[in-house]
């Protein structure tokens, strides 16, 4: 999945308009973009769009934000979306990868009760949204075989370390604690062999400035970013779609060490071609296979 677009729950209209936006994934969000008094409202709203949409070809994958695990309303979220299966469900402000486990097992007594198959929904957590994550973050590497991917948030991080800001005045990118969680989100998701997914970008505005970030979180490592804005969508598959350039490279790699073995390093244009080449060139071409799809 390259663009991750939100889609407030509570709003029929941006709910209709969110299939037409060429977005790989739509999260249907119960959490922030949801006033307390309208919850009860947008659940079975989201539940229907999943529902007519869930079986159309070449529909978007269709997660639902829940909330916190700490509130009242998460049980009530999943009880009223997972009968029509979604495709996932997006875990906001996880403490530790245990929290992942917890909706794990209450996904497994979801899915049996609505007579799906254990383990079809998959979970995405956003893993850095209170102090405490950060710290934890070691433990998504055994986390649940149903985690799919991990992004990270500043907001609401920002929120509880009490920032003033999370950008450097001179648009030069994030502040230093903002840095080291985007690092370590990227290195964890890698390492457990999880999406790495970017986090938003909040002035949909600033067209320029967030097609840089784009440019910046592919560059590092990151396959993905999420969108709060329709007219973001594009610019992220844009940027994390391998370029034909990119993708002609990885094929004269892998043909390069299929034909060659036994090889530690060779000779291609006059440049040393090693190992960790052909390790970046797979994945190149895993993505344009994601892109294609």
Known sequence: MRSLLFVPADSEKKIAKALSVGADCLILDLEDSVAPQR???????????????????????????????????WELDLAAVLGTRPDGIMLPKPRSAEDVGRLAIALDHAEAKAGHEIGTTRIIAIATEVPMAVLTLPTYLEASSRLDGITWGAEDLSALVGSAATREPNGSGWTSPYKLARD????TALAAGRQPIDTVFADFRDTAGFAEECRLAARDGFT???????????????????????????????????DNPGAGALSLRGQMIDRPHAVRADRILARARLAAR
């Open 184 to 187: 370590l989100c990227l290195f």
């Open 39 to 73: 919850k009860a409202a947008a659940r079975p709203l989201a539940a229907a769009f999943i529902g007519e949409t869930r079986d159309k070809p070449d529909r978007p994958r269709l997660y639902v934000r829940i909330n916190a695990l700490d509130t009242a309303d």
């Open 224 to 258: 993905g970013k999420m969108a709060i804005h329709p007219g973001q969508v594009a610019a992220i598959n844009a940027a994390f779609t391998p370029s034909d350039s990119e993708i002609a490279w990885a094929h004269e790699i892998v043909a390069l060490f299929r």
